[in-house]
């Protein structure tokens, strides 16, 4: 029986977003003004006037276009054995982060227990509601595609890990067990209730 679930998760700004943002916005509109005050004050061509009103309207539309792309969506979809992650820009574009068979993730770990400093890695993706919060896990795999290990930041909710869960490795099976993200023998609890709904159906028939 296929296994799916699709879990969306708001990526939170933070001031770095904003700072970034306020830089953008200014270097926008700083092309407009320059032109108006050197058509104004007769410096070049009095049609530098006209230009800085239609490079105003641009300024006006690349505005609403960068804030409205600081609403990010990730969009984690697991099926079966394999997870792919797009993100989503404003509602408007879609784009494929990754997508990877879960038997590949060597370790899983939450961000604050994660041993990855001083590693080098081929690639990180960045799929997390936040940067460093307690609900973002570490994922390490080695990729073929980027001849190398990779890491995964992500930021998965109780259901989307327990979909996982089949198709992790045992030692983080293990170690999910026995820090209380997974309980002990749920698994084997789910099987033996799929069993008993079988039997039943087959006596009724």
């Known amino acids: 029986m296929d296994s799916f679930n699709e879990q969306l ?3 939170k700004n933070n001031a770095k977003h904003a700072v970034k943002l306020i830089v953008l916005l200014l270097l926008i509109f700083a092309v407009p003004a320059i032109f108006f005050l050197l058509g104004y004050f007769n410096i070049g061509t009095r049609y530098f006037v006209i230009v800085s009103i239609c490079a105003m309207f641009f ?4 505005s609403y276009y960068l804030v409205t792309g600081l609403y990010v969506e990730y969009e984690y979809a697991v099926t079966n054995s394999n997870i792919t992650i797009d993100k989503i820009t404003a509602k408007r574009s879609r784009k494929r982060i ?6 590949k993730i060597n370790t899983m770990r939450k961000l604050a227990d994660a041993d990855i400093e001083g590693k080098s890695f081929k690639k990180v993706f960045n799929a997390s509601a936040t940067e460093n919060g307690d609900d973002v896990y570490a994922c390490e795999m080695h ?3 980027f001849n190398g290990d990779c890491l995964l930041f992500f930021s998965p909710d109780q259901k ?5 869960k089949p198709y992790l490795r045992t030692n983080i099976k ?7 993200t997974f309980k002990a023998g749920s698994a084997s609890s789910a099987k033996s209730e799929s ?6 159906l087959e006596k009724k028939d």
Do not use: C, H, P
């Not at 293990?174 to 209380?180: H, L, Q, R, Y």
């Not at 069993?195 to 039943?200: A, E, L």
């Open 160 to 164: 989307t890990l327990e979909t996982m």
């Open 143 to 145: 990729l073929e595609k």
């Open 174 to 180: 293990t170690e999910f067990i026995k820090n209380g």
């Open 98 to 103: 990754i997508s990877v068979d879960i038997k």
């Open 195 to 200: 069993v008993k709904k079988k039997t039943s």
């Open 59 to 62: 300024a006006i539309y690349g």
């Open 9 to 11: 998760v708001v990526r």
